[in-house]
């Protein structure tokens, strides 16, 4: 997968704007099993760290998207053949 992290001017108004319009700052291609991993972890951690109450303190507009990291978790499990530690 190719993953690419672009900066735009004010992202309170840029969230339709064209990738284009954005400057890229990172840019990377890694395995899908990988970054589903990478992602899962990372999520965990925050949750860990923060709990989703105080994910919503902080994120405001959002909360902690459990469904949606359970959803990946299960996908992960069950389609990736992932050889590290969960
Ligand atoms: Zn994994």
């Not at 108004?13 to 972890?41: I, N, Q, Y």
Request: with cysteine; net charge neutral; glycine share 4%.
């Amino acid at each position: 997968m190719r993953i690419a992290i672009r900066r735009f001017p004010d992202m309170s108004t840029s969230f339709d704007a064209p990738d284009g319009k954005g400057a890229l700052v990172w840019t990377s291609t890694r395995p899908r099993t990988l970054l589903a991993h990478a992602v899962l972890m990372a999520a965990e951690k925050v949750r860990q760290t923060h709990g989703e109450d105080g994910y919503l303190q902080k994120w405001q507009l959002h909360a902690f998207p459990t469904a949606e990291l359970e959803a990946l978790r299960h996908l992960h499990l069950a389609a990736d053949d992932c050889a590290l530690q969960h």
